[in-house]
């Protein structure tokens, strides 16, 4: 009777599923949105500025990315971020694309975690370095 009653709640604990808890999936995390550059243009070979991005659902750990590359970023409000862009970026004509990424929040395991948020990157907005 113990062998029967053994085996049937061996079949019923494999056969329900139970098995270690998988990790959450991660949750999409908040879409930061660009609506102006200030400025949004330089002369090439021009001196560096501070590059103001105003919008809407920055997170405080926000990061102006200029040209893909990440840029110490200066937290203002939910709406607006500054950076500083040195002479060097600017240096040469060219056309270069400002985003906003708002990171993920990570809990322990996992790529993102077990139920942490995904980074989100804003739209794409064009600043004009011109002769």
């Known amino acids: 009777m113990k062998l029967i009653s053994m085996l049937c709640l061996t079949a019923l604990f494999f056969g329900c599923g139970y098995g270690s808890p998988k990790p959450a999936a ?16 330089a002369t090439a070979g021009g001196p560096g500025f501070t590059l103001t991005v105003n ?14 590359t990440a840029q110490t970023t200066m937290f203002v409000t939910g709406k607006q971020l500054t950076a500083a862009i040195p002479a060097s970026a600017i240096a040469t004509a060219d056309t270069i694309p400002v985003s906003v990424t ?6 322990t395991g996992g790529p993102y975690g077990s139920g942490g948020t995904k980074s ?6 064009n600043f004009t370095v011109s002769n």
């Open 102 to 107: 708002n990171p993920g929040t990570p809990a």
């Open 26 to 41: 991660p949750q999409p995390g908040i879409v930061p949105a660009i609506t102006e550059l200030s400025p949004d243009n």
């Open 55 to 68: 919008g809407s659902s920055f997170a405080n750990n926000a990061v102006i990315n200029w040209n893909g």
């Open 120 to 125: 989100e990157t804003s739209n794409v907005m």
